[in-house]
Protein backbone atom coordinates (compact mmCIF):
# COMPACT_ATOMS: atom_id res chain seq x y z
CA UNK A 1 0.00 0.00 0.00
CA UNK A 2 1.29 3.25 -0.97
CA UNK A 3 1.64 5.72 1.88
CA UNK A 4 0.78 9.45 0.86
CA UNK A 5 3.29 12.10 1.89
CA UNK A 6 0.34 14.97 1.81
CA UNK A 7 -2.39 12.55 4.24
CA UNK A 8 0.88 11.40 7.10
CA UNK A 9 2.35 15.24 7.44
CA UNK A 10 -1.33 15.82 7.81
CA UNK A 11 -1.98 12.80 10.49
CA UNK A 12 1.31 13.75 11.85
CA UNK A 13 0.41 17.38 12.61
CA UNK A 14 -2.98 16.03 14.18
CA UNK A 15 -1.09 13.75 16.76
CA UNK A 16 1.18 16.64 17.73
CA UNK A 17 -1.78 19.26 18.21
CA UNK A 18 -3.62 16.48 20.51
CA UNK A 19 0.06 16.03 22.01
CA UNK A 20 -0.02 19.90 22.78
CA UNK A 21 -3.34 19.25 24.17
CA UNK A 22 -2.54 17.12 26.99
CA UNK A 23 0.74 19.25 27.96
CA UNK A 24 -1.71 21.96 28.09
CA UNK A 25 -4.33 20.28 30.32
CA UNK A 26 -1.28 18.97 32.65
CA UNK A 27 -0.34 22.61 32.56
CA UNK A 28 -3.45 23.51 33.78
CA UNK A 29 -3.94 20.69 36.27
CA UNK A 30 -0.46 22.02 38.17
CA UNK A 31 -1.83 25.66 38.29
CA UNK A 32 -4.95 24.50 40.10
CA UNK A 33 -2.57 22.07 42.20
CA UNK A 34 0.47 24.82 42.64
CA UNK A 35 -2.31 27.39 43.54
CA UNK A 36 -4.37 25.39 46.48
CA UNK A 37 -0.71 23.89 47.33
CA UNK A 38 2.27 26.05 47.26
CA UNK A 39 4.67 23.46 48.60
CA UNK A 40 3.79 21.00 46.05
CA UNK A 41 5.17 23.44 43.92
CA UNK A 42 8.46 23.59 46.05
CA UNK A 43 8.70 19.72 45.95
CA UNK A 44 8.13 19.35 42.07
CA UNK A 45 11.07 22.07 41.58
CA UNK A 46 13.54 20.04 43.67
CA UNK A 47 12.80 16.90 42.36
CA UNK A 48 13.39 18.58 38.82
CA UNK A 49 16.89 19.52 40.34
CA UNK A 50 17.49 15.97 41.97
CA UNK A 51 16.78 14.29 38.42
CA UNK A 52 19.76 16.82 36.93
CA UNK A 53 22.28 16.11 39.57
CA UNK A 54 21.71 12.34 38.79
CA UNK A 55 22.27 13.21 35.43
CA UNK A 56 25.66 14.88 36.14
CA UNK A 57 26.75 11.90 38.25
CA UNK A 58 26.09 9.51 35.59
CA UNK A 59 27.81 12.08 32.79
CA UNK A 60 30.64 12.46 34.85
CA UNK A 61 31.49 8.98 36.39
CA UNK A 62 30.93 6.79 39.35
CA UNK A 63 30.11 8.62 42.87
CA UNK A 64 28.45 6.01 44.40
CA UNK A 65 27.98 7.89 47.89
CA UNK A 66 26.46 10.85 46.68
CA UNK A 67 24.56 9.01 44.59
CA UNK A 68 22.96 7.17 47.42
CA UNK A 69 22.15 10.36 48.60
CA UNK A 70 20.64 12.34 46.21
CA UNK A 71 18.55 8.67 45.57
CA UNK A 72 17.03 8.81 49.13
CA UNK A 73 16.80 12.55 48.87
CA UNK A 74 14.70 11.60 45.83
CA UNK A 75 12.40 9.46 47.67
CA UNK A 76 11.55 11.15 50.13
CA UNK A 77 10.49 13.98 48.38
CA UNK A 78 8.45 11.63 46.18
CA UNK A 79 6.29 10.23 49.21
CA UNK A 80 6.08 14.15 50.75
CA UNK A 81 4.07 15.30 47.34
CA UNK A 82 2.30 12.16 47.44
CA UNK A 83 0.70 13.07 50.95
CA UNK A 84 0.52 16.41 50.19
CA UNK A 85 -1.76 15.79 46.68
CA UNK A 86 -3.91 13.53 49.05
CA UNK A 87 -4.41 16.67 51.41
CA UNK A 88 -5.09 18.70 48.81
CA UNK A 89 -7.83 16.72 47.62
CA UNK A 90 -6.39 15.01 44.41
CA UNK A 91 -5.50 11.88 43.39
CA UNK A 92 -1.48 11.14 43.60
CA UNK A 93 -1.28 10.63 39.40
CA UNK A 94 -3.26 13.76 39.09
CA UNK A 95 0.02 15.48 37.66
CA UNK A 96 1.32 12.66 36.07
CA UNK A 97 1.77 13.07 32.18
CA UNK A 98 -0.79 11.68 30.42
CA UNK A 99 -0.83 10.66 26.42
CA UNK A 100 -3.21 10.76 23.49
CA UNK A 101 -2.11 7.66 22.80
CA UNK A 102 -0.87 5.19 25.43
CA UNK A 103 0.76 2.66 23.00
CA UNK A 104 3.01 4.97 21.25
CA UNK A 105 3.21 7.60 23.88
CA UNK A 106 2.25 10.10 21.24
CA UNK A 107 5.31 9.10 18.75
CA UNK A 108 3.29 7.82 15.90
CA UNK A 109 5.05 4.48 15.90
CA UNK A 110 5.81 1.74 18.17
CA UNK A 111 8.89 0.05 17.05
CA UNK A 112 9.30 2.24 13.64
CA UNK A 113 6.16 0.47 12.48
CA UNK A 114 2.78 2.91 12.64
CA UNK A 115 0.92 2.99 15.79
CA UNK A 116 -3.01 2.69 15.72
CA UNK A 117 -3.84 5.91 16.20
CA UNK A 118 -1.68 7.84 13.31
CA UNK A 119 -3.33 4.71 11.46
CA UNK A 120 -6.57 6.05 12.51
CA UNK A 121 -5.45 10.20 11.68
CA UNK A 122 -4.23 8.80 8.78
CA UNK A 123 -7.40 7.68 7.77
CA UNK A 124 -9.40 10.90 8.90
CA UNK A 125 -6.72 12.79 6.25
CA UNK A 126 -7.80 10.88 3.56
CA UNK A 127 -12.06 10.85 4.25
CA UNK A 128 -11.49 14.75 4.20
CA UNK A 129 -9.39 14.51 0.98
CA UNK A 130 -11.98 12.84 -0.68
CA UNK A 131 -14.83 15.86 0.41
CA UNK A 132 -15.65 16.85 -2.83
CA UNK A 133 -16.49 13.66 -3.81
CA UNK A 134 -18.40 12.84 -0.72
CA UNK A 135 -21.16 15.65 -1.24
CA UNK A 136 -23.69 14.50 0.39
CA UNK A 137 -22.45 12.03 3.00
CA UNK A 138 -24.64 8.89 2.39
CA UNK A 139 -22.72 7.62 -1.05
CA UNK A 140 -22.39 3.87 -0.29
CA UNK A 141 -23.48 0.72 -1.76
CA UNK A 142 -26.27 0.41 0.76
CA UNK A 143 -27.93 3.07 -0.30
CA UNK A 144 -27.63 2.94 -3.93
CA UNK A 145 -31.11 2.65 -5.00
CA UNK A 146 -31.47 0.03 -8.09
CA UNK A 147 -35.61 1.23 -8.25
CA UNK A 148 -34.79 4.38 -10.05
CA UNK A 149 -33.84 2.32 -12.90
CA UNK A 150 -36.25 1.25 -15.54
CA UNK A 151 -37.48 -2.68 -15.50
CA UNK A 152 -38.43 -2.31 -18.42
CA UNK A 153 -36.47 -4.78 -21.19
CA UNK A 154 -34.67 -2.84 -23.89
CA UNK A 155 -36.35 -3.32 -27.31
CA UNK A 156 -32.74 -4.10 -29.08
CA UNK A 157 -31.12 -5.99 -26.06
CA UNK A 158 -33.79 -7.83 -24.39
CA UNK A 159 -32.36 -6.81 -20.77
CA UNK A 160 -33.79 -3.63 -18.91
CA UNK A 161 -31.08 -0.91 -17.79
CA UNK A 162 -31.92 -2.49 -13.81
CA UNK A 163 -30.89 -5.35 -14.63
CA UNK A 164 -27.57 -3.96 -16.12
CA UNK A 165 -27.27 -1.43 -13.80
CA UNK A 166 -27.45 -4.28 -10.96
CA UNK A 167 -24.32 -5.93 -12.72
CA UNK A 168 -22.50 -2.89 -12.67
CA UNK A 169 -23.45 -2.09 -9.00
CA UNK A 170 -22.12 -5.93 -8.20
CA UNK A 171 -19.17 -5.83 -10.07
CA UNK A 172 -18.11 -1.99 -8.67
CA UNK A 173 -19.09 -3.88 -5.14
CA UNK A 174 -16.64 -7.10 -5.56
CA UNK A 175 -14.14 -4.18 -6.85
CA UNK A 176 -13.98 -1.96 -3.74
CA UNK A 177 -14.35 -5.41 -1.54
CA UNK A 178 -11.60 -6.93 -3.14
CA UNK A 179 -9.21 -4.18 -4.19
CA UNK A 180 -5.37 -4.61 -4.12
CA UNK A 181 -2.14 -5.26 -6.52
CA UNK A 182 -4.33 -7.47 -9.02
CA UNK A 183 -7.32 -5.57 -9.47
CA UNK A 184 -8.26 -4.14 -13.16
CA UNK A 185 -8.70 -0.42 -14.07
CA UNK A 186 -12.19 0.62 -14.35
CA UNK A 187 -13.97 2.74 -17.28
CA UNK A 188 -17.48 4.29 -16.47
CA UNK A 189 -19.27 5.18 -19.49
CA UNK A 190 -22.64 6.68 -19.61
CA UNK A 191 -25.07 9.80 -20.10
CA UNK A 192 -25.03 12.19 -17.02
CA UNK A 193 -26.83 11.47 -13.33
CA UNK A 194 -26.77 8.06 -13.88
CA UNK A 195 -24.48 7.22 -11.21
CA UNK A 196 -20.90 6.98 -11.88
CA UNK A 197 -19.84 9.43 -9.23
CA UNK A 198 -22.14 7.58 -6.78
CA UNK A 199 -20.37 4.49 -7.26
CA UNK A 200 -16.97 5.89 -7.67
CA UNK A 201 -16.96 7.21 -4.13
CA UNK A 202 -19.07 4.29 -2.55
CA UNK A 203 -15.37 2.36 -4.19
CA UNK A 204 -13.37 5.22 -2.49
CA UNK A 205 -15.21 4.67 0.83
CA UNK A 206 -14.24 1.26 1.04
CA UNK A 207 -11.23 1.16 -0.59
CA UNK A 208 -9.98 4.16 1.91
CA UNK A 209 -11.23 2.32 5.05
CA UNK A 210 -9.67 -0.69 3.85
CA UNK A 211 -6.03 1.12 4.05
CA UNK A 212 -5.33 2.11 0.47
CA UNK A 213 -4.08 5.77 -0.35
CA UNK A 214 -7.30 7.17 -2.90
CA UNK A 215 -7.04 10.42 -4.61
CA UNK A 216 -9.82 12.37 -6.35
CA UNK A 217 -10.56 14.77 -9.16
CA UNK A 218 -11.97 16.11 -11.73
CA UNK A 219 -11.07 15.71 -15.12
CA UNK A 220 -10.39 19.65 -15.78
CA UNK A 221 -9.07 20.62 -12.53
CA UNK A 222 -6.40 17.87 -12.75
CA UNK A 223 -5.00 19.32 -16.10
CA UNK A 224 -4.78 22.14 -14.42
CA UNK A 225 -2.41 21.59 -11.78
CA UNK A 226 -0.32 20.02 -14.13
CA UNK A 227 -0.31 22.95 -16.60
CA UNK A 228 0.04 25.45 -13.50
CA UNK A 229 3.39 22.83 -12.79
CA UNK A 230 4.56 23.17 -15.98
CA UNK A 231 4.25 26.44 -16.81
CA UNK A 232 5.15 28.02 -13.06
CA UNK A 233 1.39 29.49 -13.12
CA UNK A 234 1.04 29.57 -9.31
CA UNK A 235 2.78 30.68 -6.02
CA UNK A 236 2.61 27.24 -4.18
CA UNK A 237 4.31 25.80 -7.13
CA UNK A 238 6.04 23.18 -4.13
CA UNK A 239 2.51 22.28 -3.45
CA UNK A 240 0.83 21.62 -6.91
CA UNK A 241 4.27 19.46 -7.56
CA UNK A 242 3.21 17.43 -4.35
CA UNK A 243 -0.50 17.00 -5.48
CA UNK A 244 0.58 15.77 -9.49
CA UNK A 245 2.62 12.86 -6.90
CA UNK A 246 -0.38 12.42 -5.54
CA UNK A 247 -1.88 11.77 -9.13
CA UNK A 248 0.78 9.55 -9.82
CA UNK A 249 1.94 7.48 -6.87
CA UNK A 250 -1.60 6.54 -4.71
CA UNK A 251 -3.07 3.21 -5.24
CA UNK A 252 -6.79 4.38 -6.55
CA UNK A 253 -6.86 7.30 -8.32
CA UNK A 254 -10.28 8.43 -9.40
CA UNK A 255 -10.59 10.75 -12.60
CA UNK A 256 -13.97 12.38 -12.84
CA UNK A 257 -16.02 13.92 -15.58
CA UNK A 258 -13.15 13.06 -18.39
CA UNK A 259 -14.42 14.86 -21.63
CA UNK A 260 -16.06 17.87 -20.13
CA UNK A 261 -12.81 20.21 -19.70
CA UNK A 262 -11.09 21.92 -23.02
CA UNK A 263 -9.21 19.18 -25.08
CA UNK A 264 -5.90 20.75 -26.18
CA UNK A 265 -2.24 18.78 -27.32
CA UNK A 266 -1.43 19.22 -23.54
CA UNK A 267 -4.45 17.98 -22.05
CA UNK A 268 -4.42 15.12 -24.60
CA UNK A 269 -0.49 14.44 -23.27
CA UNK A 270 -0.73 14.50 -19.69
CA UNK A 271 -3.66 11.81 -19.82
CA UNK A 272 -1.84 9.81 -21.70
CA UNK A 273 1.20 10.13 -19.33
CA UNK A 274 -0.93 9.45 -16.10
CA UNK A 275 -2.68 6.10 -18.03
CA UNK A 276 0.61 4.91 -18.87
CA UNK A 277 2.66 5.82 -15.56
CA UNK A 278 0.09 3.95 -13.84
CA UNK A 279 0.06 1.31 -15.66
CA UNK A 280 3.45 0.34 -15.35
CA UNK A 281 3.76 0.82 -12.13
CA UNK A 282 0.82 -1.25 -11.37
CA UNK A 283 -1.69 1.62 -9.55
CA UNK A 284 -4.91 1.46 -10.30
CA UNK A 285 -7.48 3.88 -11.51
CA UNK A 286 -10.93 4.59 -12.36
CA UNK A 287 -12.47 7.04 -15.17
CA UNK A 288 -15.43 8.03 -15.64
CA UNK A 289 -17.12 10.13 -18.55
CA UNK A 290 -20.36 11.43 -20.09
CA UNK A 291 -19.04 10.55 -23.50
CA UNK A 292 -19.65 7.80 -25.70
CA UNK A 293 -16.17 5.22 -27.09
CA UNK A 294 -16.80 6.81 -30.48
CA UNK A 295 -16.97 10.62 -28.82
CA UNK A 296 -14.14 9.77 -26.81
CA UNK A 297 -11.86 8.68 -29.69
CA UNK A 298 -12.51 11.69 -32.09
CA UNK A 299 -11.44 13.98 -28.76
CA UNK A 300 -8.14 11.83 -27.90
CA UNK A 301 -5.33 9.77 -29.32
CA UNK A 302 -5.53 5.96 -30.57
CA UNK A 303 -2.71 5.02 -27.74
CA UNK A 304 -5.36 6.30 -25.10
CA UNK A 305 -7.95 4.64 -26.38
CA UNK A 306 -6.36 1.79 -26.95
CA UNK A 307 -5.68 1.32 -22.97
CA UNK A 308 -8.52 2.62 -21.78
CA UNK A 309 -10.44 -0.01 -23.82
CA UNK A 310 -7.58 -2.59 -23.26
CA UNK A 311 -6.52 -1.86 -20.11
CA UNK A 312 -9.57 -1.37 -18.63
CA UNK A 313 -13.07 -3.15 -17.59
CA UNK A 314 -15.27 -0.78 -19.73
CA UNK A 315 -18.93 -0.47 -17.16
CA UNK A 316 -21.61 1.25 -19.19
CA UNK A 317 -24.32 3.21 -17.00
CA UNK A 318 -27.86 2.70 -18.69
CA UNK A 319 -31.28 4.25 -17.42
CA UNK A 320 -32.53 7.72 -17.02
CA UNK A 321 -31.27 10.78 -15.39
CA UNK A 322 -32.03 9.61 -11.98
CA UNK A 323 -31.24 13.23 -9.86
CA UNK A 324 -33.98 14.65 -11.98
CA UNK A 325 -36.03 11.33 -10.80
CA UNK A 326 -35.35 12.03 -6.81
CA UNK A 327 -36.45 15.31 -7.39
CA UNK A 328 -39.30 14.35 -8.92
CA UNK A 329 -39.78 12.19 -6.38
CA UNK A 330 -39.48 14.76 -3.90
CA UNK A 331 -41.74 17.20 -4.90
CA UNK A 332 -44.32 14.45 -5.47
CA UNK A 333 -43.77 13.75 -1.42
Known sequence: MAIDGKLLRGARNALENKRKEQTEQRDRRAYEVYKK??????IDTSLRATMA????????????????????RNIRLQNERKSELGKAGFSEDY????????????????????????SELYKEEQKASLSNLF???????DSFDLSYY????????????????????DT???????????????????APGLGKTFLSASIARIVADNGFSVVYDIAGAMFSKFEDAKFSKTDSLEETRDEIKRYLECDLLIIDDLGTEMTTVFTVSVLYDIINTRLVSNKKTIVSSNLTIDELTC?????IMSRLEGEYQVLMFYGDDIRKKRKESLYAD
Open 37 to 42: SPRIKE
Open 53 to 72: ELIGIALGGEATAELSDIKA
Open 95 to 118: LDEKFYCNECKDTGYINAKMCRCL
Open 135 to 141: KLGSETF
Open 150 to 169: DDTPSFDTGISPRSSMKLVY
Open 172 to 190: CLEYARKFGSKSMNLFFCG
Open 299 to 303: RYSQQ
